[in-house]
């Protein structure tokens, strides 16, 4: 989730997002080592107090290398595996599951509390375990709409008016997980022989393609507050459900209302997944990371930092997600046998429709 610290580093609101290089100088090679790494998107955020009582509790000290987006991070964990640059990998998604899977990206460990995540979000074996889950869907600019008069859109369909000509962007279905899941949410809204030609009528109808999220939404959306900065003119972009929320919690002074809303007809469900690499060189602090991944005090803490619901029982959701940022009621989803069948040639497809 897919992502979403969105203005955690302006603000400072205590959310460690910690960088380390892996290398072998570090401490995390060797035998014994009191150093455990987690390797993930750019998206990962703790807060510190959180992070500090497992390192107390645990005596490993948490390094944290981020890789991009979630596509980009999965390609370079897959890349490395025989080295892998730390222990833990987390954030591959059902978009991209299979994918890491099949290269043989993790080792077998079922982590303790597995027992608590909710039947919806297991998955089969123990090579990965779903630590939260999210909705990928179209925001818009309330201001905007507002503005020009003009009734937001509320669904796939709505995207292709010519009312909406020029105003949303998305991103690279090819190397970022919300616009791969925005991509497998419209083949399973038009099924295998429809979605292409959605697609060729978004095109003509000006959708923009970016690189990733964090471009997308901070720079390029016009009702994100990293938006307005940078004078943004589209009005619409694929991010999260979860993302008004946000735009509130970080705004000063606070709305009363959020200035973004969510395309309810547009959203495809995200489950994000964490595992022990092969070649982990400090395997029993990965086990002990991902201990920590599903215990109550992290997965509470997740919503206001990373803005993902959490995936076990008895986790509290803030009342900001509650009001601002609900999960959707009756999002796209898709089988991962279907997904791991087809979206190699379905990214190939769309590369070829919509970016040449």
């Known amino acids: 989730m897919n992502n979403k610290k969105f203005l955690a580093a302006v603000v ?38 959180v992070l500090a009582d ?24 897959i890349l490395t595996k025989d080295n892998p640059q730390g222990d833990v990998f987390f954030g591959v998604d059902n978009t991209l599951l299979s994918r890491a899977l099949d290269n043989g990206l993790f080792q077998s460990y079922e982590a303790k509390g597995a027992d608590r995540i909710k039947a919806g979000y297991r998955v089969d074996g123990d ?63 038009y099924g295998d022989d429809g979605w292409e030609g959605y697609w060729k009528k978004l095109k003509a109808n000006g959708v923009k393609v970016v690189d990733g999220w964090e471009q997308a939404y901070n720079e390029e959306f016009s009702g994100s507050a990293g938006g307005k900065k940078a004078k943004a003119d589209r009005p619409l972009v694929v991010s999260y ?5 946000a735009e509130v919690i970080y705004a000063d002074p606070k709305p009363t209302t959020a200035p973004t809303g969510v395309a309810q007809g547009t959203c495809f469900r995200q489950i994000e997944y964490a595992g022990l690499l092969s070649n982990a060189a400090n395997a029993k602090g990965g086990k002990a990371l991902l201990d920590f991944l599903l215990t109550k005090e992290f997965q ?57």
């Open 54 to 77: 497992f390192e107390k509790k645990s005596g490993y000290q948490v390094k944290v290398l981020e890789d991009g987006d979630a596509g980009q991070a999965v390609n370079k964990a």
């Open 300 to 356: 509470q803490d997740m919503p206001l930092n990373m803005f993902v619901y959490p995936v076990v029982n008895g986790a509290q959701v803030p009342a900001e997600f509650t009001q601002y940022g609900p999960q959707a009621k009756d999002p796209e989803t898709m089988d991962p046998a279907k997904i791991a069948d087809n979206r190699d040639d379905w990214v190939k497809s769309w590369t070829s429709l919509v970016l040449k």
């Open 12 to 49: 400072g609101l205590g959310i460690v997002t910690l960088s380390a290089c892996g290398s072998s100088s570090d401490g995390s090679k060797s035998s014994g080592s009191k150093s455990v790494t987690l390797v993930s998107h750019d998206s990962w955020a703790v807060s510190k107090t």
């Open 127 to 189: 090579k990965v375990t779903p630590i939260d889950t999210g909705d990928i869907c179209v925001n818009y600019d309330k201001a905007y709409f507002t503005e020009h008069k003009l009734q937001p859109p509320t669904s796939y369909d709505d995207l292709i008016k010519p009312a909406y000509k020029n105003l949303l962007v998305t991103e690279n279905a090819s190397t970022s997980s919300p616009g791969l899941g925005f991509l497998l949410g419209s083949a399973a809204k």
């Open 241 to 245: 459900a979860s993302s008004p929320p």
